[in-house]
């Protein structure tokens, strides 16, 4: 277990996020879950997702030279925002090699945050942030296969814990794997158990911890589900060793369980998240039989929903 | 001005509130807003609102004998499911009076909060909740007209101030005037600029402070906003004397403003607002040429949005 992300390098990256991410509120849903639920609110961060800790810790801990030279990663997600407000923050530059097809919504907000942005096929996304990288002498920002990254989604789980010290289960959304290692790694050791969630369509994290090998889906089978943040294929390697070693369990929610968590989401607790964020209130609500018994938070990981895909589910007899 | 709320009124009002309402979070906007503006997410509430923090404060000041025969009130917004919580967290029977024609979903809210709700014509409330009172010798609890309710309404001020020392303006949506009164009570006397924000279609306060008297609007008018919580026809009396001391100018928005401020709400925030929640933000983003210069906090005063409502504002192209 040497390879694993220690507590020590999860408080180090407390203290370089301070003043720079959301101490995200820990908000009590008891009085409408049925159970003792909390709600982690990671959607409430600036750029709507938890990516933003991992890619400022990142950064941080850069050698300060090549970082001068500028950040590079490839993604059509949360994390091509959360590199670019990292990088903004500290005043250096960020290229980012977006997909064509990714969601003009998020393009825009990639450049917003005065991010280059370079379009390519998909297949050919990891060559050209290789050749940006090459060219400009910059550093490659991985989204979640990286000690730093993983240290940085861990001050999820030491929030959690100083907001309330009793908590005995944390359910965390599953894509490469990131968010879980991190909050396995602060929280596992002292007791809490770590719960992850993935959708049906999707769950090549379950079928890898159930069988012992880590395991790839298809692009075809993960693009199935609506939670566009867990469309990773399989865990990355270092993600997957914390997940063997330090995950409880790992259970998996139907496409309209995540809906109707949405809507509970919406109407109940009062807060947006899109798909991949409400995975895990999902869990509570359909799954609660398969999860262990005790104070529980859920992770909200995100809340940039699609506008039409949130409007279908407040109002799920409109026709599309 | 020995009749308006003083600050030891208030001071005292957040010790009564301890551990039983959500001390809510000041969340950063200005990342997204174009200027240095924060929103104090009272939509974050158990009950999707500000009201349970007057009510629970209103309760705790009752004298015990005759608190122990109940509370008693008339509301169909969110005072109602306010003062049923706050009974239910001290274990006193609740009767609320609702008006035929409110939405089912604030009606079934009330009923599982384990109050009894009565059911009247809308003309005929006062006078039924009155015959509650008269035969269980129970305690009336207005929603806004009193030194307590303001006091409770006041803790928002005391937060604000608590989390952002350097505030210098703060937006509060105007209806009845318990809200405004108790921040303006707070803040106002430290040097902080509390603005009022109404809908244009129910500015009967706005009306008020410019001619100096205080105004009634028609039931007919102000049922013309989106935003029913803010359909009261006239502030208060206690309200109005605190308005016309201590508030610095009141705003008010259009229709579209307020609609296009709180799809920013869910898009860039990711929380939810119920329109008459959104007027503040939608002062900033509309009409800040008529607002004090300065550091701003909007007060998202509540969530309970109609989710009809909410997916027409997300999708807006789309058919009602």
Redesign the interface.
Known sequence: MSGLVGPDSITSAASQLDGAT?RT?L??AS?WAGGPLSLKLE??Q?T?AFKVRGATVAVARLDPVARARGVVTHSSGNHAQALAWAARAVGIPATIVIPHGAPAGKVAATEGLGARVLRTDAARRAEVAGAVVAESGGVLVAPYDHPDIIAGQGTVGLEILDADPTVEVVLVPVSGGGLISGIAAALARRGVRVVGVEPELAADAAESLRTGVRTAWTPEQVARTAADGLRMTQLGALPWEHVRALVDRIVTVAEDEIADAA?AL??R?????EPSGAVSTAAWLHHRAELPAGRTVAVVSG???D??W???V??PT??P
Not at 269 to 273: C, F, L, M
Request: hydrophobic share 50%.
């Open positions: 959301v509120p908000l009590d009085h959607n409430l600036p709507g809507r919406v109407l607790a009062r807060v947006v998240a809340g940039n929903a506008p039409g949130l409007a279908g407040l109002r409109a026709p």
